[in-house]
């Protein structure tokens, strides 16, 4: 069965510069959710979207933004990157209000 | 705060022993999840609960939702090294995911 695509898997990149994480969720799926983990920590909500719209939006920073494009893959564009934002990023896609099934992750490493 | 309890933090399991994992919530919850996760890897999906009552098995892993709908506990019968992991729970607040601080289990020889 397919699962959800995420890209790249592993990312480093210096202070202040900018990153773009991607998400293919499982086909006929309608929404797509960003989740942050740090570092022995459990996943955060950022944001999610629902048929290309926005629809919840959590604890993501200004510098952060994403959209959803007609294909219903995701992009979650990260600019001025701070030491912080070293994390795992996952994406989780849903049908309907069925189960939300979670990418392998994106690892971002900001030195 | 962490809305969700998980207990306790961590254990350690010979294999072939059984392990209990509790989730507890101070409200109601109306959908609750359970996935596992390798260090560094994604979540998988386990089971998800949602009546009063219900319980769900898969292979040798038992999940289940108390009637008052505010703990859950996840039992493992006869552990195996694949079973070692993080587990952690996670209810739906309007399409998001909250989770708790999560469980580690090892499995040991």
């Known amino acids: 069965a397919a699962g959800v695509i995420q890209s790249p898997r592993h990312l480093i990149k210096e202070k202040r510069e900018t990153a773009t994480l991607k998400c293919y969720p499982i086909?006929?799926?309608?929404?797509v959710y960003w989740y942050q983990q740090g570092p022995g920590q459990d996943p955060q909500f950022l944001i999610s979207?629902?048929?290309?719209?926005?629809?919840d939006k959590g604890s993501i920073p200004d510098r952060f933004s994403a959209q959803q494009f007609s294909d219903y893959h995701s992009e979650l564009n990260m600019s001025s990157l701070e030491l912080g934002d070293s994390a795992l990023y996952f994406c989780?896609?849903?049908?309907?209000?069925?189960?939300?099934?979670f990418g392998p992750g994106t690892r971002l490493t900001v030195l | 705060s962490q809305e969700l309890e998980q207990s306790p933090q961590s254990l350690i399991v010979q294999e072939g022993k059984n392990l209990t994992i509790n989730c507890t919530s101070s409200k109601t919850l109306y959908g609750l999840y359970w996935y596992k996760q390798k260090y560094g890897e994604g979540l998988i999906f386990l089971m998800m609960?949602?009546?009063?009552?219900e319980e769900k098995s898969h292979e040798k892993i038992t999940a289940k939702l108390d009637e008052k709908k505010q703990q859950s506990s996840l039992h493992i019968t006869a552990s195996q090294p694949s079973h070692a992991g993080i587990y952690l729970c996670g209810e739906t607040r309007w399409g998001k995911l909250q989770f708790g601080a999560g469980t580690q289990v090892v499995v040991t020889p």
């Open positions: 609960l949602q009546k009063g009552g």
């Open positions: 086909p006929r799926h309608d929404t």
């Open positions: 989780a896609s849903q049908r309907d209000t069925d189960t939300q099934y």
């Open positions: 979207f629902y048929e290309k719209m926005q629809s």
